[in-house]
C-alpha cells in the first residue's frame, strides 16, 4: 500500500527558512505534488516534481529524491500568510492522488 | 471563470436524513473526487469517477453514493448509513487520470455538513 508521512507540525519565525519533509512508499510513481491549505478553505497547488531535483518557484522550492522515496518542501522569508497546513501528495498514475495528513505551519513574529 | 463550484458552503441536517453535496465544473475534466476531511487529518478518499457513468469507490465509500450523469457534475449523497458524517467534504477534479499522465486535481471551495 501507498504511506505518506510528514511532521504533525512545525513553528517557525517570520523571515526565516523552513523545510517539511515527506516520505512516501509507492510500487508505481507518477509524481509528487504539494498542495498549502489554509483553515477551512480548500488545498490549492503549490508545486510538482516527478524528476529528482529541486524545483524552485519563487520564495517555495521542492526537492525530490526518487530512489529514496523523500521529497522537501522548502519555504522562504517567510511571512504570516504563510501560516496554512502543506499537503504532500503522492500520485500514483493509474489511481487518485494519496494524500499525507499534512504538516500545520505556525509562523510567529 | 473556469472552476469547480460546490454548494451550499454549510450544511445542517438532522441525523437520520439523506443529504446529497453538489459539485459542478467547468474545466472540461474527464476526472472528479470526492474527500472527507476531519480535524487534523488529510484527505480521505470517498469516491472518484474517471469518465461519465462510471465511478470507483476509494477508501471510506461506506455510508455513501454518487452519480455521474453529466462531465460537469458529480454528486455526493451522504445517507443516514454513514456513522459519523459530520466533516469537511471536498470535490476535486483533473484533467484525467492515468500512468504518464499529468494528475493535478483543482479543488472546490469544500461544504462543511453539521448532523445534528
Known amino acids: 500500500g501507498q504511506n505518506i508521512d510528514q511532521p504533525t507540525e512545525m513553528t517557525a519565525t517570520e523571515g526565516a527558512i523552513v523545510q517539511i519533509n515527506c516520505t512516501y512508499q509507492?510500487?508505481?510513481?507518477?509524481?509528487l505534488f504539494w498542495y498549502q491549505q489554509h483553515a477551512g478553505e480548500a488545498p490549492t497547488f503549490l508545486s510538482y516534481?516527478?524528476?529528482?531535483g529541486l524545483e524552485e518557484k519563487g520564495r517555495f522550492s521542492s526537492f525530490l529524491s526518487r530512489s529514496k522515496g523523500y521529497s522537501y518542501l522548502l519555504l522562504k522569508e517567510l511571512q504570516m500568510k504563510d501560516s496554512a497546513s502543506y499537503l504532500c501528495?503522492?500520485?500514483?498514475?493509474?489511481?487518485?492522488?494519496?494524500f499525507g495528513k499534512g504538516t500545520r505551519l505556525s509562523v510567529i513574529a | 471563470d473556469g472552476g469547480i463550484t460546490q454548494s451550499p458552503k454549510y450544511l445542517f441536517r438532522k441525523e437520520g436524513q439523506n443529504v446529497t453535496l453538489s459539485c459542478e465544473q467547468n474545466?472540461?475534466?474527464?476526472?472528479m473526487y470526492w474527500y472527507r476531511q476531519d480535524p487534523g487529518q488529510g484527505l480521505r478518499l470517498i469516491y472518484y469517477?474517471?469518465?461519465?457513468?462510471?465511478?470507483q469507490k476509494g477508501d471510506i465509500a461506506e455510508g455513501y453514493s454518487v452519480s455521474r450523469e453529466k462531465k460537469e457534475s458529480f454528486p455526493l449523497t451522504v445517507t443516514s448509513a454513514q456513522k459519523n458524517p459530520t466533516a469537511f467534504y471536498l470535490c476535486?477534479?483533473?484533467?484525467?487520470?492515468?500512468?504518464?499522465?499529468?494528475?493535478?486535481?483543482?479543488f472546490g471551495p469544500g461544504t462543511r455538513l453539521t448532523v445534528l
Open positions: 501528495a503522492e500520485d500514483p498514475g493509474n489511481t487518485p492522488l494519496v
Open positions: 476535486a477534479s483533473s484533467i484525467a487520470l492515468g500512468a504518464g499522465t499529468y494528475n493535478e486535481q483543482f
Open positions: 516534481n516527478v524528476l529528482d
Open positions: 469517477s474517471q469518465i461519465v457513468n462510471d465511478f
Open positions: 474545466l472540461n475534466h474527464d476526472a
Open positions: 509507492t510500487s508505481g510513481f507518477n509524481g
